[in-house]
């Protein structure tokens, strides 16, 4: 009898999800498949209790158990919006007279750190280029581009000719949303940029008519793809393995430049991100160089 109980609570939801709230399909069986999980850890726990009968300790248990299995924050994070849910649902209903998942903390997404390549890395990456051909010289341009500014690959291809403010050492490039943002450009991506615009693009230009500052040899604007294929190729060249990618060189820029003195809101303005916290991220890499640079070093590390 209590079985078929939570199994009426659990439809009875459902329903209210579609009728009620409108709920997409996919949502509906998200938290169909997550009740259904957490009434099983329930039956295996205590095969007599009720959904409605659930408190805060129990919830909380139930969140040390699927975090022993391993799951991801974000699976936490969907789990626990199903029991409030769930939980408003019966509360709203009047079934029950407190909600268990009241003031319980969401799980924290998780911060990855991103992969970089070492300064002398760098180096090795932008070397491998052979500048003796017009291929070459382009992606020279382009890669020094990328290490200089911190661009995303589509801000890349979307810059302009005319975005280009050389004698000030800057371009313009615009960013998520649209929104603009000024970007430095260093000495070695002018001198790059330079001789592709005297040497490569008129050619791959020809007689068309084109915007755009990275071209491909057909004049038409450089792609995104073309760019990934491009760091993938200089990757392997330069024997570091084919899986680096154009954020690749803007999560080294950022690495770099506090590893060299650089202060947060510098690197957070040069990148774009709307909040600190995105570029606090870089901060674990340097203290992660930090340690590993003491335990090689030091004699009693």
Same mark, same amino acid.
């Given at each position: 009898?209590?079985?078929?109980?939570?199994?009426?609570?659990?439809?009875?939801?459902?329903?209210?999800?579609?009728?009620?709230?409108?709920?997409?399909?996919?949502?509906?069986?998200?938290?169909?498949?997550?009740?259904?999980?957490?009434?099983?850890?329930?039956?295996?726990?205590?095969?007599?209790?009720?959904?409605?009968?659930?408190?805060?300790?129990?919830?909380?248990?139930?969140?040390?158990?699927?975090?022993?299995?391993?799951?991801?924050?974000?699976?936490?994070?969907?789990?626990?919006?199903?029991?409030?849910?769930?939980?408003?649902?019966?509360?709203?209903?009047?079934?029950?007279?407190?909600?268990?998942?009241?003031?319980? *903390?969401?799980?924290?997404?998780?911060?990855?750190?991103?992969?970089?390549?070492?300064?002398?890395?760098?180096?090795?990456?932008?070397?491998?280029?052979?500048?003796?051909?017009?291929?070459?010289?382009?992606?020279?341009?382009?890669? *020094?581009?990328?290490?200089?500014?911190?661009?995303?690959?589509?801000?890349?291809?979307?810059?302009?000719?005319?975005?280009?403010?050389?004698?000030?050492?800057?371009?313009?490039?615009?960013?998520?949303?649209?929104?603009?943002?000024?970007?430095?450009?260093?000495?070695?991506?002018?001198?790059?940029?330079?001789?592709?615009?005297?040497?490569?693009?008129?050619?791959?230009?020809?007689?068309?008519?084109?915007?755009?500052?990275?071209?491909?040899?057909?004049?038409?604007?450089?792609?995104?793809?073309?760019?990934?294929?491009?760091?993938?190729?200089?990757?392997?060249?330069?024997?570091?393995?084919?899986?680096?990618?154009?954020?690749?060189?803007?999560?080294?820029?950022?690495?770099?430049?506090?590893?060299?003195?650089?202060?947060?809101?510098?690197?957070?303005?040069?990148?774009?991100?709307?909040?600190?916290?995105?570029?606090?991220?870089?901060?674990?890499?340097?203290?992660?160089?930090?340690?590993?640079?003491?335990?090689?070093?030091?004699?009693?590390?």
């Amino acid at each position: 009898m209590k079985e078929q109980v939570k199994e009426k609570q659990i439809e009875g939801f459902l329903d209210y999800l579609l009728v009620e709230k409108g709920s997409s399909p996919n949502t509906i069986e998200s938290y169909r498949y997550d009740l259904v999980d957490f009434l099983q850890w329930l039956r295996e726990k205590d095969g007599s209790i009720l959904l409605s009968h659930v408190d805060r300790l129990q919830i909380i248990d139930y969140f040390a158990y699927c975090r022993s299995r391993q799951m991801s924050p974000k699976s936490l994070a969907r789990k626990l919006s199903a029991l409030r849910t769930f939980y408003k649902y019966l509360l709203l209903d009047r079934v029950i007279e407190k909600d268990p998942t009241a003031n319980l *903390e969401n799980p924290k997404p998780a911060r990855y750190l991103p992969g970089v390549l070492q300064q002398n890395e760098t180096e090795m990456l932008l070397n491998a280029v052979d500048t003796s051909t017009l291929k070459g010289i382009r992606d020279r341009a382009v890669l *020094e581009t990328l290490y200089a500014t911190g661009m995303r690959v589509s801000e890349l291809t979307g810059l302009h000719v005319d975005d280009l403010h050389m004698e000030f050492r800057y371009a313009k490039c615009f960013g998520k949303g649209g929104k603009e943002r000024i970007v430095p450009l260093g000495s070695y991506a002018i001198d790059a940029i330079k001789v592709y615009l005297e040497k490569c693009r008129p050619v791959y230009l020809g007689d068309k008519k084109s915007p755009s500052l990275f071209l491909n040899r057909r004049g038409g604007t450089l792609t995104r793809q073309s760019v990934w294929n491009m760091m993938k190729f200089y990757g392997e060249q330069a024997g570091l393995g084919d899986h680096l990618s154009p954020h690749t060189l803007r999560h080294s820029l950022a690495a770099h430049m506090l590893e060299n003195g650089a202060d947060l809101r510098t690197v957070q303005e040069i990148l774009g991100h709307a909040d600190l916290s995105t570029t606090q991220i870089y901060t674990q890499l340097l203290q992660k160089t930090i340690s590993e640079e003491f335990k090689r070093c030091h004699p009693r590390s």
